[in-house]
Structure formats: C-alpha cells, structure tokens
C-alpha cells in the first residue's frame, strides 16, 4: 500500500482525537438539564442542557450521544483491524479502512456544521482534516484498472448496483418530501429547531445520492472505479447504518418524535447494506494488490 506511513500517522490522530471528543460526549453531564427557549422563529425549543451539548436541542444532544457510542464501540475497532490488515496489503483491508474513514470524515463534518458550537470544536475540525487526506490517500493508492479482476466474476452485481440505485432515489425522495414544501409554502422545514440548515440532508443529497447512483451504475455495467466506490459506499453505509439505528433508539429514549418512514428506513437499510457488505467481503480473491 503506498503512503503506508502517512495514513498510519493520519489514522493514529483519528484513533486519538475521536476517542477523546466521544467519551467527552457520551460522559461529560455538568448543567441543570432540559429547558425550553424560544427560537427567532417563534418555535418552543426542548434544549437538552446538560454536558458537552448542552446547547443543542434534546433531539440532535441524543443523535450525539448515540453516534459517540457507536464511533467508540464499532468505529474505533474497525478502524484499527482494518488497518492492520490493510498494512498487510489486504484487499478486504484496504477497502474497509477507506469505508470506515469515509465514515469519520462525514460524521465530524456534521459535528462542525450542525452540532452547536462546543469546546470540542477545533478537535472535530482537526479530524475532518485528518480523515480527509487519509481518505484521499488511499483511494490514490488504488491501482483501478486492476481492481476488478480481483473480485470474483461470481459477485451480484447487479443486486449491489440495483440496491445503491434504489437506496439513492429512497433517500432522495425523503429528504425531498422535507425541503419541496418549504419551496412552495414558505415554511420552515420541519425538525429544523433553533438550527440555520439542513446540513444532513445537505451532505446526503449533494454527495451520498450521487455516489451511491454513480457507484451502482458503474457497477452493474462492470466498471473499475464502479468496484471501488461500491466498496466505499457499502463499508461506509455498514457504519453509518448502525450509527443511524443507535440515533433511532436513543431519540426513542429521549422522548423525541420521529416519522414512521425514517424509523422503519433506516433500521431496514442498514440490515440490507451489512448484507451487501459481507457478499462483497466474501467475493474479494483470497490474496491481490490493486
């Protein structure tokens, strides 16, 4: 793998910083609790009031504490396996570490944009930089002409490419069904708060749809970089399902309303990208450098 020292250093700061931001997150409980306030649009605020997202609403301070746990209990280890094993040269590695990175680099970037500001935000800043250029890195190191003929002929593809498809117009109609109102209406999108944007909605629709459209396509038609960014795609949705399920479940706890569709979606997705996962983790050839 090219740049072998160079990630391993960019990996080891991620490792650092995100294990510190997460346990400060999921432990830090100094302030009086929940408390309402009234937003400058004239919207009752639940704020959660308590540790380090003590000025986020009730619902994203769930979100955040979920999402820690799981970057703590699934991210941190996959993470370091993957790069052991990619520092192996490791195909499976190789891939699962550049999903996994994808993984960190989206999460910290919705801590910068959304998540209030907190003392943890130069920390999130310096993991959005290293999980990026480690990120880039080693898509560079790829050889992609090769790639290919290093998955079984046998791989679905055509499961694996329908599904991104499929999983690229659901979520586009769903966060569509929020935004298209608030063009025709003038209202304020629903579940918005005290916040200034749709920063989820904006990273999914301006980079998950696409990729994951492109990647299926490219996919189906057997196209090198279509292994590739399937790869990314897959290994990145593994993690960022299981992060979005724990969010389900903590706002549960936490007593916030939640639409059916996102409830059902996300949990389902999730099991059906592990799955994707595992048959394109089987179908990679035993031993190859790409």
């Known amino acids: 793998m090219k740049y072998k020292r160079t990630i391993s250093l960019l990996i080891g700061c991620i490792i650092i910083l995100s294990v510190f931001a997460s346990l400060v997150g999921i432990f830090s409980n100094a302030g009086s609790g929940v408390r309402q306030i009234e937003s400058f649009r004239g919207e009752t605020i ?25 970057t703590v209990a699934l991210g941190i280890p996959l993470i370091i396996v993957s790069l052991y094993r990619a520092l192996k040269d490791s195909l499976r590695g190789r ?37 990026f250029f480690a990120f880039t890195l080693l898509m560079m190191s790829f050889d992609i002409k090769n790639l290919s003929s290093l998955f079984n002929k046998k791989l679905p593809v055509k499961f694996l490419g329908g599904f991104q498809i499929f999983f690229a117009a659901a979520l586009w109609l769903l966060w569509m069904g929020k935004i298209i ?24 629709l301006g980079f998950i749809v696409p990729i994951a459209l492109l990647s299926g396509v490219l996919l189906i038609k057997r196209k090198p970089f279509g292994y590739l ?62």
């Open 95 to 131: 891939l699962l570490l550049t999903g996994t990175l994808g993984y960190f680099l989206y999460t910290y970037i919705s801590y910068v944009f959304l998540w209030m500001y907190n003392p943890m935000f130069i920390v999130y800043v310096m993991l959005i930089s290293a999980s």
């Open 229 to 290: 960014l399937s790869s990314v795609i897959i290994m990145k949705g593994f993690t960022m399902g299981a992060a979005l399920t724990a969010m389900i479940i903590s706002q549960y706890i936490a007593g916030v309303s939640m639409g059916i569709i996102e409830i059902i979606m996300f949990p389902m997705f999730s099991l059906v990208i592990f799955y994707c996962m595992i048959l394109l983790l089987k179908n990679i050839n035993g031993k190859g450098y790409a």
């Open 181 to 204: 109102p608030t063009i025709t209406n003038g209202a304020v999108p629903v579940g918005l708060e005290h916040y200034t944007t749709l920063v989820i909605q904006g990273l999914d």
């Open 46 to 70: 639940k704020i959660y009031g308590k540790g380090l997202y003590s000025n986020d609403s009730v619902a994203v301070a769930a979100q955040g504490i979920a999402q820690d746990i799981i």
